[in-house]
């Protein structure tokens, strides 16, 4: 599989290339030439195939013949050592919890199986050492340093805006040590992406260093989400009805690949972009008008994105025609006022326990089945609640229980560089 710059369609790389490079030139994303679509028989034999299985024959077109079997197969199984039950909430609500991995958030998906085919690129070959450059609005972090640590060959800076993060989330990606370094930036989220993108683009770096992203613009972080929607439709097909996801979006990439999955043939009829109040998508549905502005923070941290990468690839799956992506795609916004209502009234109702991005799933969903009375609508939780311990404590006058691997990151010692600006992150880049 070959993949094509979205500024340039006849600028083509190999899969492994768009890993190694992460951005192709001018900042631009990569997009796969081709979508494979799978075979009927495959969606009607979901329910007998394990989810390695499932897994290999959705993304082993994407990844082509650069990775053999074994490799992927071996990448895939270390990557989905974990479970993804849909949980029944009420009658035609249920969520996809994507939580049980090691750093209680979605991405451990995405990176680990970054680091598994960056890992297996650098083994095989004349790669040389790369390092890793990353922005994290929250999550991101802690599920790449997580992912890659101790991988050979293989060095991770992770830029996070200072004081935007949750405690947990910080000591996921500070305290590892080994490979990974955390720089803590007096920013916004904004501020760390800006930056990294720079960075990409600098070509006295790039003489020094062999830079790639581990952000969900890194195509190797991007496709294996869509693994979610499949595994969800293992559990979701007897229901016999219409099925709506609503995904809990910062940088649309977990949305990009649900709807990529139905592009290849999985049978879903609806989208639902749930934003926090970085609402540029929700906007833009309304007016055709696809205004960013600048991030604000919110509860639901990991979604304070004023310009998603991942938006573009949304438009090239639907040939950048906005009816038909409207069609398909309904978004709406909520303050934290609205969350944490949200998260109050579903444990009283229903006593479970929502983080505050899956509680804006869950508002999205709510206001989708309201108008779409015959779907059954499952909205993704995108973390666990205890990530977000104060919050949810908070909110449903309760304590949370916290998990042993929680309780033992949060003793462990928090180790950063403070910077500023560009030119502090290009100092440390360059020494
Ligand atoms: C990253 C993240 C999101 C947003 O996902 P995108 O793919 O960037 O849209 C939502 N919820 C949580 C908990 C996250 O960590």
Known sequence: M????????????????????????????????????????????????????????AIKTFVGNEIDEDGLRNILSKTLDFDFPVVPVSENTGTLELFHGPTLAFKDVGAGFMAGCLGYFVKKGNLGKITVLVATSGDTGGAVAN??????????????????????QEKQLTTLGQNITALEVNGNFDDC??????????????EKRQLTSANSINVARWLPQMFYYFFAYKQLAGKNKK?????????????????LAKKMGLPIAHFIAANNENNVVTRYLKSKEYAPKPSVQTISNA???????????????????????????????????????????VKQKYNYVMDPHGAVGYLGLQDFLAENPKYYGTFLETAHPVKFLETVEE???EK???PASIREVMQKEKKSIEISDYAELKEYLMQ
Do not use: W
Request: hydrophobic share 40%; net charge negative.
């Open 2 to 57: 070959k993949y094509f710059s979205l500024n340039d369609k006849n600028h083509k790389v190999s899969f492994e290339k768009a890993v190694v490079k992460g951005l192709a030139p001018g900042k631009a994303l990569y997009f796969p030439e081709e979508i494979p679509a799978l075979p009927k028989e495959f969606f009607q034999n979901l329910d007998k195939l394990s989810k390695e299985e499932i897994a290999y024959k």
């Open 147 to 168: 992912g890659f640590l101790g991988v050979e060959g293989i060095d991770v800076v992770i830029l996070y805006p200072k004081e935007k993060v949750s405690e947990i």
């Open 193 to 206: 992406q800006d930056m990294v993108k720079k960075a990409f683009s600098d070509e006295e770096i790039s």
């Open 243 to 259: 099925l709506a996801f609503s995904v809990p979006s910062g940088n649309f990439g977990n949305i990009c690949a649900g709807m």
């Open 303 to 345: 979604m304070d994105v004023g310009n998603p990468s991942n938006f573009v690839r949304i438009m090239e799956l639907f040939d950048n025609e906005f009816d038909s992506l409207s069609q398909q795609l309904s978004s709406f916004s909520y303050s934290d006022e609205e969350t944490r209502k949200a998260i109050k009234e």
């Open 395 to 397: 909110v449903i006058e």
């Open 400 to 402: 949370v229980e916290i």
